[in-house]
């Protein structure tokens, strides 16, 4: 399946399905796209059969299809990195980094601007793995599976521990 008729609306509900956020979260963001739970479906499937390998597709369908909110694109050879800002997370470039030949998808993370810090602290989708080691210590990555991470970790402003769970390196739920 080609990338035809898919475009950042499409993209943004794979990302808000796969990433699992919050229920408030997950509702404004569909609010925001005019779109609902089915929709998201509808994309994830159409995204999973443009881009993956297996199913005929090519992880460089991305590539095509987020070409209006592309912010960086690769200069060199080796591996291809591109940076796409999207409207539903202003604050944040999602880095995609593809192999030499743009087939297949070798890392993805939201990383924040540089020099771009949100003042109001750690909470879901305002803090990414890069920002860490900024507000934690003795950092213990507990598991990866796909696009997700947990880690326990001390917060170093109130002396407790947290369980942070991170969906394409944006945080996605944090426990104390």
């Known amino acids: 399946m080609s990338s035809d008729g898919l475009g950042i609306v499409d993209?943004?509900?794979?990302?808000?399905?796969?990433m699992d956020p919050p229920e408030a979260l997950l509702t404004a963001a569909l609010a925001e796209l005019g779109c609902s739970i089915d929709d998201?479906?509808?994309?994830?499937?159409?995204?999973?059969?443009?881009?993956?390998?297996w199913r005929g597709g090519s992880a460089g369908e991305i590539v095509t299809m987020l070409?209006?909110?592309?912010?960086?694109a690769p200069t060199g050879a080796g591996h291809q990195t591109y940076a796409y800002n999207f409207p539903l997370w202003p604050e944040f470039d999602v880095v995609l980094t593809f192999d030499?030949?743009?087939r297949v998808l070798s890392n993805a993370q939201f990383v924040r601007?540089?020099?771009?810090?949100?003042?109001?602290?750690?909470r879901a989708w305002n803090f990414t793995e890069r920002d860490l080691v900024e507000n934690f210590d003795q950092i213990t990555r507990t598991e990866v599976w796909g696009s997700y991470a947990t880690?326990?970790?001390r917060d170093t402003d109130r002396d407790q521990w947290c369980r942070l769970r991170f969906g394409w390196g944006l945080?996605?739920?944090i426990r104390l």
Do not use: R, W
């Open 11 to 18: 993209f943004q509900l794979y990302l808000l399905k796969t």
């Open 171 to 173: 945080l996605q739920d």
């Open 100 to 102: 030499p030949l743009v």
């Open 151 to 153: 880690y326990n970790a």
């Open 40 to 53: 998201m479906e509808v994309s994830l499937e159409n995204i999973q059969s443009a881009t993956q390998l």
């Open 113 to 122: 601007f540089t020099g771009h810090y949100s003042e109001s602290g750690v």
């Open 67 to 72: 070409s209006d909110v592309c912010v960086s």
